[in-house]
């Protein structure tokens, strides 16, 4: 009994009770983070292994303390991770407004990319689609002067590495017109005339 | 049946061997020297991420910003909670955004660190949960080594508290466990996210045909060095920065946990991450990674002596 106590007082000022729960608690985080990296949101994941993760640690699922994935592919070399701008301009005018900052060199511009990226994403998340745009009403109103206004979303492409150097025409990702109702609410009209068509096969030669 | 009994003193005898490198990696009470590294770095790291709020604040957050509560409290977790939630107005904002500054810079000169540290932990969750859309890599680097000096002794060494407990005679600095299992954790994080990067990166073609360089430097937004000039004349420029990344995080990965290599990983990862950060136009980034690696170098030379 005293070697063992002997043995603890070497270890440290930490007794067996406290050694035992922090490794119960190590234990059941580093559960947690393998299961983070192994499922997390973007870098595929099995139904088996989400289903452990949000069963026994759904309460502990929020960014800055487990769920964080670390799913930093940093580029694809793909138009989602290329610039993205904000345009808007008054419902009925020819002239875009684009808002400055988005696009600088300055870090606060990684933050206008990563908000607007989101709203791009969160269009193919069931809950979650028109809910960013939609809160920007109030700040693009402001900024047109003006309750009925369209804003847009484009992506500028970038060249291959063999190619010249160029800026190719952006592409709009996402169009809307926000505008707010008599009773102060805000309605949303997303524009889906840029989407792709798939071709109509006339005739009666088919299969 | 001797067969049986050898086995069964083998398995005894592995399983001791597990117990006690399980003990002395996380509980040998350990010097909170490179920690309280870590801390003033954090320090400096949370003012510079803070800024880069700044002068979007309002814009961003205020009455009138672009994320409003109510779109952003439907749009996070249920679970998410942000004191900034309660900031209905620009000076409410301002005031909860200019007391989380001043506690970056307290944990930066070490005043009152426990309770600095617990308070910027927090205060860093609660801004992060206020626009989680806005969060990149270096934000969630932020939280970790914030929770990690929470854990650990930080305010023994190169602190205000370090020169108030000298002069007032409260207690010295001695060798601490919490600051152990905050050292492991820092260096357990470190490999996890260099092998979780590593391994999304792996999943993109342009990772795999070195051109991924490339693909980052055309990208303007965030940009600190314009190296599209010299990628552009030499391709095996851009496949070797591009590869060296990935050997690099594999490196780390691995390599983090063997003494031969540990030297290595600990000194040029002070360098490697921050020309990574540079790289990938990740600037903070770099810089969160390589603080992550500061303690290893107490590790190396702690082993060493």
């Not at chain 1, 603890?8 to 922090?22: L, N």
């Amino acid at each position: 009994m005293f070697l063992e106590q002997n043995k603890h007082s070497k270890r440290g000022s930490w007794g067996e009770m406290p050694r035992a729960c922090a490794t119960v608690f190590l234990a059941i985080y580093f559960t947690g983070l393998g299961l983070t990296v192994a499922c997390n949101t973007s870098s595929g994941s099995s139904l088996l292994l989400s289903v452990v993760k949000g069963k026994l640690f759904s309460f502990w699922l929020v960014p800055p303390w487990l769920d964080l994935g670390f799913d930093y592919p940093l580029s694809y070399g793909q138009q989602a991770d290329a610039a993205h701008y904000l345009e808007l301009r008054e419902y009925g005018q020819e002239k875009w407004i684009k808002l400055s900052g988005i696009d600088g060199k300055h870090s606060q511009s990684i933050r206008w990319q990563r908000l607007l990226h989101s709203v791009i994403a969160s269009e193919e998340e069931a809950g979650r689609e028109g809910l960013l745009p939609a809160g920007f009403s109030e700040a693009a109103f402001s900024l047109c002067e003006s309750d009925d206004i369209v804003l847009r979303i484009l992506v500028q492409p970038r060249p291959e590495r063999q190619l010249p150097l160029g800026n190719p025409a952006p592409i709009v990702l996402y169009e809307a017109r926000l505008r707010k109702l008599s009773g102060g609410d805000i309605q949303l009209i997303k524009s889906e005339h840029h989407r792709e068509m798939a071709p109509v096969i006339s005739g009666s030669g088919g299969a | 049946m001797m067969g049986n009994s050898h086995s069964t003193s083998a398995d005894q005898s592995s399983e001791g061997a597990l117990e006690q490198a399980w003990e002395a990696y996380w509980f040998l009470p350990t010097v909170s020297c490179s920690l309280a590294v870590v801390r003033v770095v954090t320090g400096v790291l949370g003012l510079l991420l803070c800024a880069t709020y700044g002068t979007d604040l309002s814009g961003w957050f205020g009455p009138r910003g672009w994320l409003p509560i109510d779109s952003v409290i439907a749009w996070r977790s249920s679970f998410a909670y942000s004191i900034f939630d309660a900031c209905e107005t620009n000076t409410h904002l301002s005031v909860a955004f200019y007391g989380l500054v001043s506690l970056f810079g307290f944990l930066t000169i070490g005043f009152l660190t426990p309770v600095t540290s617990l308070l910027a932990a927090l205060g860093w969750a609660s801004l992060l949960h206020r626009g989680p859309m806005l969060a990149g890599p270096a934000d969630d680097g932020m939280a970790i080594l914030l929770w990690c000096l929470v854990i650990g002794s930080s305010g023994e060494y190169f602190s205000i508290d370090a020169i108030l407990h000298r002069r007032l005679g409260w207690y010295a600095s001695r060798p601490r466990v919490r600051t152990r299992i905050a050292v492991g954790l820092l260096q357990v994080h470190a490999a996890v996210i260099s092998l979780a990067a590593l391994l999304a990166q792996l999943k993109g073609d342009v990772w795999w045909n070195g051109t991924a360089v490339w693909w980052i430097a055309t990208r303007k937004p965030g940009q600190v060095v314009d190296i599209t000039g010299f990628l552009s004349q030499s391709e095996y420029l851009c496949n070797i920065l591009t590869h060296g990344v990935i050997a690099w995080e594999a490196f780390v990965a691995v390599g983090i946990w063997f003494t031969f290599s540990q030297k290595i990983v600990a000194r040029a990862g002070l360098v490697v991450w921050p020309i990574i950060g540079v790289l990938t136009a990740c600037p903070l980034w770099g810089l969160v990674m390589a603080t992550l690696t500061i303690p290893l170098t107490q590790l190396v030379d702690g082993a060493k002596s």
